[in-house]
């Protein structure tokens, strides 16, 4: 059974850094893409940063230059350190790991609470 599972949320003020993890079992996280999106109350859900298979990284505009994702395979586990965190920051954050080809994957975690304050 495939457990996704992230911790690292909380509170933090504006301006802090929250480093975000993701532990992965049941699957080699080798052969995965791993995604973190993040859904605010009201809004759809969006990716904020995303790693490759082979460690290529792509990062939403409102997250480049603040927010790094990093992938051990060794440890099955995903990171996104967050850094100079703003308000609009606010959401829920979900770890997604994906497989395109066969035998094909999409597992979601069931998200950590970010809460920035002023």
């Known amino acids: 059974q495939v457990q996704v599972v992230e911790s690292g949320g909380g509170l933090v003020q504006a301006g802090g850094s929250l480093r975000l993890s993701c532990a992965v079992s049941g699957i080699s996280l080798s052969v995965y893409a791993m995604g973190w999106y993040r859904q605010a109350p009201g809004k759809q859900r969006e990716l904020v940063a995303a790693v490759s298979r082979g460690g290529m990284t792509n990062y939403a505009d409102s997250a480049k230059g603040r927010f790094t994702i990093s992938r051990d395979n060794t440890k099955n586990t995903v990171y996104l350190q967050m850094n100079s965190l703003k308000l609009e920051d606010t959401a829920v954050y979900y770890c997604?790991?994906?497989?395109?080809?066969?035998?094909?994957?999409?597992?979601w975690g069931q998200g950590t609470q970010v809460t920035v304050s002023s």
């Open positions: 997604n790991a994906k497989k395109e080809t066969f035998p094909y994957g999409d597992y």
